[in-house]
């Protein structure tokens, strides 16, 4: 088994507090599937949100997917001004057996803008 870190990203139409939560719930959703990973191979997850969303803390959603145990922080992304809007960020730091090449990262909505070269 390895540490490796998965990016992802999704974007929401609004800072609207159901948005965020949705689109958190199935970024992480999607990370943990698309990796075959489980709960207990999550290490820790850092989400970032553009300045522009505050409606709510992204690390909400992946506890009330059951990831209450583990670590989780939320930060602000920092504010370019030609960024993409609304746009929710994840690092998931996993213990896996993929290499970094079999790692796969997850680009949603239209944050597969940010990553078009490593998007799912």
């Known amino acids: 088994m390895a540490v490796r870190a998965i990016r992802g990203a999704t974007q929401v139409d609004a800072d609207d507090r159901d948005q965020v939560l949705e689109a958190t719930r199935?970024?992480?959703?999607?990370?943990l599937e698309r990796n075959e990973l489980h709960h207990d191979d999550?290490?820790?997850i850092l989400f970032t949100a553009t300045p522009d969303l505050?409606?709510?803390?992204?690390?909400l959603?992946?506890?009330?997917?059951?990831?209450?145990?583990?670590?989780?922080m939320c930060a602000t992304e920092i504010d370019?001004?030609?960024a993409l809007p609304r746009v929710l960020r994840l690092?998931?730091?996993?213990?896996?057996?993929?290499?970094?090449?079999?790692?796969?990262?997850?680009y949603l909505r239209g944050a597969t803008a940010l990553r078009r070269d490593i998007a799912q």
Not at 91 to 106: F, I, W, Y
């Open 91 to 106: 690092m998931a730091h996993v213990d896996t057996p993929r290499s970094r090449a079999e790692v796969q990262h997850v």
């Open 26 to 31: 199935e970024l992480v959703s999607a990370v």
């Open 61 to 72: 959603a992946a506890r009330e997917l059951g990831m209450g145990d583990v670590p989780l």
């Open 42 to 44: 999550v290490i820790s």
């Open 80 to 82: 370019v001004p030609h």
């Open 54 to 59: 505050t409606s709510e803390f992204p690390a």
